[in-house]
């Protein structure tokens, strides 16, 4: 038996962070249902198991009546949308993941989804400033989080560090193994590790797809590293722990 009884959409579905969503979703037995832009790239993830549903979700002319059949049926909402074309008038970070999320979020609330599973970066802070630089470029990640947080919806945001891909660039210690931990922050964005640190963008996805069985991780901003990144200074704000199989 599935440890989520509900169908669960996933924005930002082909993405690093995504795709292993998927994958955990499907490992899991939960029933998926995938945004994509790329009909080719669904046919892959349809193969998977999943339904798939054709959307472009940073599109102005996107009308609200797609994204309610998007949403029909779901009960919770996992979100790694994200562009690697940052700056850009029509796939930027403001159109993608602010406008993006908004506009799942604004469908969300219509549809009565229960849950919003956001997936954003360590660094953003409410006040943008060059003390944290991260602050200034990824300004439209915390504007989403801000949205979410107000929207009433039930979330829960993870902010994880910098992404991988391999055990051998978290750079582990001889002998150790993967020990994605927690520490919980606040939307201002004070609070958490407050470092920079890895991550691998599996443990990412377990993560968020281990929100949506866990009450206590509810209406909570995380901050999300390997233990390896985390210095000794900065344990005690570890919260949780993700086991890892």
């Not at 038996?1 to 924005?11: P, Q, T």
């Amino acid at each position: 038996m599935a440890n989520y009884d509900g169908l669960v959409l996933v924005a930002g579905a082909t993405g690093g962070v995504g795709r292993r969503v998927v994958k955990a979703l499907v490992n899991e037995g939960i029933k998926t249902r995938v945004l994509v832009r790329d009909n080719k790239k669904g046919e892959i993830l349809a193969k998977l198991g999943v339904e798939v549903f054709i959307i472009d979700v940073a599109n102005p002319q996107t009308t609200a009546e797609t994204f309610a059949k998007a949403l029909e049926g779901v009960t919770a909402i996992i979100s790694a949308l994200g562009t690697r074309q940052m700056f850009s008038n029509t796939n930027g970070l403001k159109q993608v993941d602010y406008f993006g999320n908004k506009r799942l979020i604004d469908a969300a609330k219509v549809k009565g989804v229960k849950r919003y599973i956001l997936n954003s970066t360590m660094g953003v802070y409410q006040e943008r400033s060059l003390l944290h630089p991260f602050s200034i470029p990824f300004y439209p990640k915390w504007q989403a989080e801000e949205y979410l947080v107000k929207s009433g919806l039930s979330y829960t945001i993870i902010r994880p560090g910098g992404l991988v891909d391999t055990d051998e660039a978290l750079k582990l210690p001889s002998g150790a193994k993967r020990r994605p931990v927690l520490a919980e922050s606040q939307l201002s964005g004070d609070g958490g590790f407050n470092i920079l640190g890895r991550v691998h963008r599996e443990d990412v996805a377990l993560a968020m797809v281990r929100c949506l069985w866990t009450p206590q991780m509810q209406s909570r901003i995380y901050d999300l590293l390997d233990y390896s990144s985390v210095k000794p200074n900065k344990r005690e704000k570890i919260v949780k722990e993700l086991s890892v199989s």
